[in-house]
C-alpha cells in the first residue's frame, strides 16, 4: 500500500485542504427509530451531492439521521482521494470515527467514495475497522452496505455510476436557498496530473430531463440559486447530443419559475463557445460569474500538465468573455510546483496573475498522484519551494483585489441574504460562490433567503459592503 494512503500518525495532522462538515438536518423531519445513521462528507461540491442522495435514500427507507457521532449505531464517512492531504484527512477520520465503538454507540462504520473506489482492495485489506465500502459508483447500494455491515457480512460495491434515472430525494445539508445540481460524472481529459478518471470514470452527462425533474423539485423545496457541477460543466450533453449543449441546457433552467440564480462551476476554456457566453448574457437568471480552473499559464508547463490549451487561447477566450459580458466575475485556480517547473515558468505565472486580474484566485501546491501521468516525470520541485511560490501567487492576488472588487463599487446587484444580523446581515451576489469566494455585508436586518437589491458602497478586501 502507497505510504499515502494508509494509516497516518494520529499524532501528526496534515493542514486539511478539505474540512470535514458533520451535516445538519431539521430534526422535525426525521423519522425516530431505532436505528441512527450519521455522515462525514470531505471533499467537494459533488461528493456532497453523493452523500446528500446518500442520506435521502437512508431516511427514505426509515433510518434516523443524527448530527452527533457518540449517538450514530452506524457512521459513514465520504471519503475524498484527489490529493494526498485530503487521503490523509480521509484516513485520520475513518479512525477516529471507529473511535465511537467504545465513547458512543457505534455498531458500523462505513467507507464511502473517492478513496474508496481508487484504492479498493489495498484499503479493504488494509482497515479492518471498515465494516462496509461504498465507491463513487454504487454509492446508491449504501442501504445494502448498511444493513450488511449491521449483520457482519461486510459487504463492498465498486461499480460504474449511473447518471440517468435518479429519482431519490436528497437530504439537503445546504441551506434551503441554494443547492448544488450535479449535470455529469466523470471526466474525460487526460490531465497528467490528476486521478479523478480512476475514481469517478469517463464523462457522462445526465439528460436534459432528468436534470429539470431534479432542479424543479429543488425549487419547489425552497433553493433559489442552483449552483451547477460537473467535472467539465461545458463539455455536458456531447455524449448524449453530439455537441456540447450547456447553452440549451441554460434556456430550459430559465423557464423554472421562482428560481433567481444559476451559477457554473468547473468551466473549461475549449468549450466557452460565443453561443455560451451569449446565453450567459442574454439569459436573466444566470450569473454572470464563470469558474474556469486554468492551472498555469507558461506553455511548456500546459504541455507537461496535459492541457488541451495554450496562454494565447485562454486570453482569446477571456477577453471575448469580458467584451460580451462587462460586468462577468471570473474565478480561476493555478497548481504551483509541478514537476519542472523553474523560476521563469512561476514568473510566468505571476505575470499572468497581474495582467488577467482576475476577481477570485486560488493556488494550489502539486500534489504527487500514484497511477496518473505525471508520477514519472522528473525534476521534482522541493516542497518548501511550492509553499514560497504559492504564498506570492496568492501575494500578487491580494494585492489587485482592492481594485478588482473596487470596480464595482456604485453598482446596484440583487443579493440573497444568507445570514441576518441585527444592525447587518450577510449576502452574496452573482460575483460570489458559497464557501469560495467572498461575502456581502448590508445594513440592516434581513431574513435568509430573502432576495432584495443592494448599492455597493465600498470593499473590505475580498468581501463587499453595500446598502439596500
Known amino acids: 500500500m502507497s505510504k499515502q494512503v494508509g494509516r497516518q500518525d494520529s499524532s501528526k495532522k496534515s493542514l486539511p485542504l478539505y474540512f470535514p462538515l458533520w451535516l445538519r438536518y431539521d430534526t422535525s423531519e426525521v423519522i425516530v427509530l431505532t436505528t441512527k445513521v450519521g ?14 442522495v446518500m442520506l435521502g435514500i437512508l431516511q427514505e427507507t426509515g433510518y434516523e439521521l443524527t448530527p452527533e457521532a457518540a449517538e450514530a449505531d452506524v457512521l459513514i464517512v465520504n471519503t475524498c482521494g484527489f490529493i494526498n492531504s485530503a487521503k490523509e484527512e480521509s484516513i485520520d477520520t475513518v479512525l477516529e470515527m471507529n473511535r465511537y465503538r467504545e465513547k458512543g454507540h457505534l455498531r458500523a462504520l462505513i467507507m464511502a467514495g473517492c478513496l474508496s473506489q481508487r484504492y479498493q482492495q489495498t ?51 445546504t441551506p434551503e436557498y441554494t443547492a448544488y445540481l450535479k449535470i455529469a460524472e466523470g471526466c474525460d481529459h487526460s490531465c497528467s496530473f490528476c486521478a479523478i478518471p480512476q475514481m469517478r470514470g469517463g464523462y457522462r452527462s445526465r439528460p436534459l430531463q432528468d436534470i429539470l425533474f431534479e432542479a424543479r423539485g429543488l425549487v419547489d423545496r425552497g433553493a433559489r440559486e442552483l449552483i451547477l457541477i460537473a467535472q467539465d460543466s461545458t ?42 457566453v451569449r446565453a450567459i448574457r442574454d439569459l436573466p437568471v444566470v450569473a454572470k460569474y464563470l469558474d474556469m480552473p486554468l492551472q498555469h499559464a507558461h506553455p511548456e508547463l500546459l504541455q507537461r500538465m496535459g492541457r488541451p490549451f495554450r496562454r494565447e487561447k485562454t486570453e482569446r477566450v477571456l477577453n471575448m ?51 496518473t501521468r505525471a508520477e514519472n516525470l522528473g525534476d521534482p520541485v522541493p516542497e518548501s519551494i511550492k509553499l514560497d511560490r504559492r504564498r506570492e501567487a496568492m ?31 450577510l449576502g452574496r451576489s452573482w460575483m460570489d460562490a458559497p464557501g469560495i469566494d467572498g461575502v456581502m455585508y448590508i445594513q440592516g436586518h434581513y431574513t435568509p433567503g ?8 465600498g470593499t473590505r478586501e475580498y468581501d463587499l459592503i453595500a446598502e439596500a
Open 39 to 52: 455522515m462525514v462528507s470531505l471533499g467537494c461540491p459533488k461528493n456532497r451531492v453523493d452523500s446528500e
Open 123 to 173: 484499503l479493504w485489506n488494509d482497515l479492518p475497522e471498515v465494516d462496509a465500502m461504498v465507491g463513487t459508483g454504487e454509492f446508491y447500494r449504501i442501504v445494502e452496505a448498511v444493513e450488511g455491515a449491521l449483520h457482519g457480512t461486510k459487504p463492498h460495491f465498486w461499480g460504474e455510476m449511473p447518471v440517468s434515472g435518479v429519482r431519490s430525494t436528497r437530504k439537503l445539508t
Open 235 to 276: 463539455l455536458w450533453g456531447h455524449d448524449l447530443y453530439g455537441k456540447p449543449s450547456l447553452p440549451r441546457l441554460l434556456y430550459a433552467l430559465q423557464e423554472i419559475p421562482d428560481l433567481v440564480m444559476v451559477r457554473i462551476m468547473y468551466s473549461y476554456p475549449t468549450q466557452i463557445t460565443p453561443d455560451f
Open 321 to 371: 468573455i469580458r467584451e460580451n459580458l462587462p460586468d462577468v466575475t471570473l474565478r480561476t485556480t493555478f497548481i504551483v510546483g509541478f514537476p519542472g517547473e523553474t523560476a521563469e515558468h512561476f514568473n510566468t505565472l505571476l505575470e499572468f496573475i497581474n495582467t488577467m486580474q482576475f476577481d477570485h484566485v486560488g493556488v494550489f501546491t502539486y500534489s504527487h498522484e500514484e497511477g
Open 395 to 425: 501575494l500578487a492576488q491580494r494585492r489587485l483585489v482592492g481594485s478588482v472588487r473596487g470596480r464595482h463599487i456604485g453598482r446596484v446587484v440583487p443579493v440573497l441574504i444568507e445570514e441576518a444580523g441585527d444592525t447587518v446581515s
Open 450 to 457: 430573502q432576495v432584495i437589491s443592494a448599492r455597493i458602497t
